[in-house]
């Protein structure tokens, strides 16, 4: 079993900076794939980045691609998503996601434990 707690989101203007934490329980964090997904009103869950339980591989959508970078800490139980150049699409509520695999995915139903989500508004 996994919990993870999102934490770091808030408004913030376009072109500026957020950086969500996801903190998670359990001895067995450095064995799963950590993902991001983002949820905007209306619309269906999208991914956003993952990264390997290594940390040496990761992927992103191309929504976000040289702008989001994600990262992890297995020392600290914790993953992070770094946010720049934000943009008023970016605005969603972003969840935290745990793979217990080593195979990398961006498919939410792939995804075996989640977060309760933290809200990011960007403001044009």
């Known amino acids: 079993q996994v919990q993870l707690v999102e934490f770091g989101g808030g408004l913030v203007q376009a072109g500026g900076s957020l950086r969500l934490s996801c903190a998670a329980s359990?001895?067995?964090?450095?064995?799963?794939?950590m993902g991001w997904f983002r949820q905007a009103p209306g619309k269906e869950r999208e991914f956003v980045a993952a990264?390997?339980?290594?940390?040496?591989?990761?992927n992103y959508a191309d929504s976000v691609k040289g702008r989001f970078t994600i990262s992890r800490d297995n020392a600290k139980n914790t993953v992070y998503l770094q946010m720049n150049s934000l943009q008023p699409e970016d605005t969603a509520v972003y969840y935290c996601?745990?793979?217990?695999?080593?195979?990398?995915?961006?498919?939410?139903?792939?995804?075996?434990?989640w977060g309760q989500g933290t809200q990011v508004t960007v403001s044009s």
């Open positions: 990264i390997s339980w290594s940390g040496t591989r990761t």
């Open positions: 359990g001895r067995t964090f450095s064995a799963y794939v």
């Open positions: 996601a745990a793979r217990a695999t080593v195979t990398m995915s961006s498919l939410a139903y792939e995804y075996n434990y």
